[in-house]
Nanobody
Framework: QVQLVESGGGLVQAGGSLRLSCAASGGPFSSYAMGWFRQAPGKEREFVAAINSIAATYNADSVKGRFTIIRDNAKNTVYLQMNSLKPEDTAVYYC???????????????????????WGQGTQVTVSS
């Protein structure tokens, strides 16, 4: 069973930075595709960024040039470096893992939530104006 634990959320002023972490356990992390999603109050969960098993990445247009997704396979951790934060980035941020049944590397970089099999509990990010 794969478990994901996010950390690093908090309150920051507009223009500031935060780095979110997602620590994974329970399987061969290096084979996973990992994604970050967010959900603001009253809104649907939306895609933020994803990275596949060979570290190819894909970002949502809303965060391009500001957010970077990085993975450290030695630490079983994926990070979301968030710079130039805006009040509209305020949301609960969720980490997700796409794990292939056979444990084979995941080359997909999915932006759809239903492509992921495991989710973390979320971490709150609040950006004040």
């Amino acid at each position: 069973q794969v478990q994901l634990v996010e950390s690093g959320g908090g309150l920051v002023q507009a223009g500031g930075s935060l780095r979110l972490s997602c620590a994974a356990s329970g399987g061969p992390f290096s084979s996973y595709a990992m994604g970050w999603f967010r959900q603001a109050p009253g809104k649907e969960r939306e895609f933020v960024a994803a990275i596949n098993s060979i570290a190819a990445t894909y970002n949502a247009d809303s965060v391009k040039g500001r957010f970077t997704i990085i993975r450290d396979n030695a630490k079983n951790t994926v990070y979301l470096q968030m710079n130039s934060l805006k009040p509209e980035d305020t949301a609960v941020y969720y980490c997700a893992a796409r794990v292939n049944v056979a444990g084979t590397p995941s080359f997909a970089i999915p932006s759809f939530a239903n492509a992921y099999n495991y989710w973390g509990q979320g971490t709150q990010v609040t950006v004040s104006s």
